[in-house]
Nanobody, 125 residues
Framework: QVQLVESGGGLVQAGGSLRLSCAAS????????MGWFRQAPGKEREFVAS????????YYANSVKGRFTISRDNAKNTVYLQMNSLKPEDTAVYYC??????????????????WGQGTQVTVSS
């Protein structure tokens, strides 16, 4: 069973940047796609970004495309989410997850399992 621990969240002003990290332990995730999702109060969990095992394919929600960048370091069993030009609407708890099955786009929560506990991102206007 893999354990995922997110970090790097915090309070930032609009236009600022944060870098989230997700460290996996228990087993290697180097052969698995990884993803980031977020959930704002009163809203459903939504897809943010994902990356395949080799980093050759990345996918982004339209709302973050051009502002967020997902990357991974398989040697460190870690995935990252660089968030630039943050907006108040990016405020949410951010979760990382490991894919549990093959997908052509890795943009559905149903493609993922083994969620982390989340890290809070708050963007003030």
């Amino acid at each position: 069973q893999v354990q995922l621990v997110e970090s790097g969240g915090g309070l930032v002003q609009a236009g600022g940047s944060l870098r989230l990290s997700c460290a996996a332990s228990g087993r290697t995730v180097s052969a698995s796609a990884m993803g980031w999702f977020r959930q704002a109060p009163g809203k459903e969990r939504e897809f943010v970004a994902s990356i395949n095992w080799s980093s050759s394919r990345t996918y982004y929600a339209n709302s973050v495309k051009g502002r967020f960048t997902i990357s991974r370091d398989n040697a460190k069993n870690t995935v990252y989410l660089q968030m630039n030009s943050l907006k108040p609407e990016d405020t949410a708890v951010y979760y990382c997850s490991v894919a549990k099955r093959y997908s052509s786009s890795y943009s559905s929560a149903a493609d993922f399992g083994s969620w982390g506990q989340g890290t809070q991102v708050t963007v003030s206007s």
